[in-house]
């Protein structure tokens, strides 16, 4: 027959604590389902929800406005048969965005070709402000993108 001892999670000696070995096991396992079902999701959330799809249809840019923060990238995928160039205002000159590199024009916010049907062009956002985006080939398209720190 089995002892309930051993089935005890921790002892008291001398009205002090001792955790046993079971006790000691167990505080890791709970650690660990914490760490995998509650923070792992959270953090899977989180770099999702740091990646926007901004999609160019021949309405335009799926959204007006959006807000961002530092370090975050914003993908536009043409889902449109005609080409769509996506860039930093202003047209034609694309110098708005402030960068160290000129990319093909004035910035390197700049696809600097025409996206055909799917493809993609994704810029990482570093500088603190509200950005006009447009479409190159389609200036009436536009948009704004506010990057916050």
């Keep these: 027959m089995l002892e309930l001892t051993e089935y005890r999670l ?3 000696y001398n009205n002090q604590f001792k955790p046993t070995i079971n006790w000691l096991v167990t505080s890791w396992i709970v ?3 914490i760490l995998f079902y509650i923070l792992i999701p959270l953090i899977l959330y989180q770099l999702e929800s740091s990646k926007f799809e901004i999609y160019i249809t021949n309405n335009g840019f799926s959204k007006d406005y ?3 923060h ?3 990238t914003v993908t536009w995928v043409n889902k449109d048969n005609n080409m769509h160039w996506p860039a930093s ?3 034609p000159s694309h110098n708005l965005y402030p960068t160290r590199d000129r990319g093909c024009i004035g910035s390197s916010l ?3 070709v025409g996206l055909k049907f799917n493809q993609r062009f994704g810029y990482r956002f570093d500088s603190i402000g509200v ?3 447009h479409d190159h080939l389609s200036p009436g398209f536009t948009m704004t993108i506010e990057v916050l720190p």
């Design 10 to 12: 921790s002892t008291f």
């Design 131 to 133: 950005w006009g985006i």
């Design 66 to 68: 959006i807000k961002v």
């Design 70 to 72: 530092r370090g975050q």
């Design 110 to 112: 700049d696809a600097c």
């Design 31 to 33: 650690r660990l389902v």
């Design 89 to 91: 205002d202003f047209h």
